[in-house]
C-alpha cells in the first residue's frame, strides 16, 4: 500500500482499509500505515472495544521497509514486534540528532 495522509484518524483510516484493502477493520487485524517520508508510523488496531491509534515519529532516521506484495506490505511477527517496542522494523537507519527546536528542518536520513 502506497503512503497514506497522516490527516486522517481513526475513521479514515479505517475506510482506507475498508475501501482500498478490502478488509474489516473491526475484524482484530493490525495494520501499519507509514509516512512518505518513512520516519512516522500509524497502527490501527480494533481491541474488541473500540479502534486504537498508536502514532510512531523517528526524531532520526527513517524505518526500513519490506517489500510491497499485491499492493500490501506484510510484516512477520518479529518485525512487528520491533515497531511495537520502538526499535525497528527490519533495521532503521540512523542519522544526526534532530537540531533544537526552531533551528531548521529536521535532517535527512543516511545510511551507516
Same mark, same amino acid.
Given at each position: 500500500?502506497?503512503?497514506?495522509?497522516?490527516?486522517?484518524?481513526?475513521?479514515?483510516?479505517?475506510?482506507? @482499509?475498508?475501501?482500498? &484493502?478490502?478488509?474489516?477493520?473491526?475484524?482484530?487485524?493490525? *495494520?501499519?500505515?507509514?509516512?512518505? #517520508?518513512?520516519? !512516522?508510523?500509524?497502527?490501527?488496531?480494533?481491541?474488541?472495544?473500540?479502534?486504537?491509534? @498508536?502514532?510512531?515519529? &523517528?526524531?532520526?532516521?527513517?524505518?526500513?521497509?519490506?517489500? *510491497?506484495?499485491?499492493?500490501?506490505? #506484510?510484516?512477520? !511477527?518479529?518485525?512487528?514486534?520491533?515497531?511495537?517496542?520502538?526499535?525497528?522494523?527490519?533495521?532503521?537507519?540512523?542519522?544526526?540528532?534532530?537540531?533544537?527546536?526552531?533551528?531548521?528542518?529536521?535532517?535527512?536520513?543516511?545510511?551507516?
Amino acid at each position: 500500500m502506497r503512503p497514506v495522509d497522516f490527516r486522517r484518524g481513526h475513521d479514515g483510516l479505517a475506510a482506507t @482499509i475498508q475501501n482500498e &484493502l478490502g478488509l474489516d477493520p473491526h475484524s482484530g487485524l493490525t *495494520v501499519v500505515f507509514r509516512s512518505k #517520508r518513512g520516519d !512516522r508510523i500509524k497502527v490501527l488496531v480494533w481491541d474488541g472495544t473500540g479502534l486504537v491509534l @498508536i502514532y510512531k515519529r &523517528l526524531e532520526a532516521g527513517s524505518f526500513t521497509w519490506p517489500k *510491497v506484495q499485491d499492493g500490501v506490505m #506484510r510484516l512477520s !511477527r518479529a518485525q512487528f514486534e520491533a515497531l511495537n517496542s520502538i526499535a525497528s522494523c527490519a533495521e532503521v537507519r540512523r542519522a544526526a540528532p534532530p537540531s533544537a527546536p526552531g533551528q531548521g528542518k529536521r535532517p535527512r536520513s543516511s545510511t551507516l
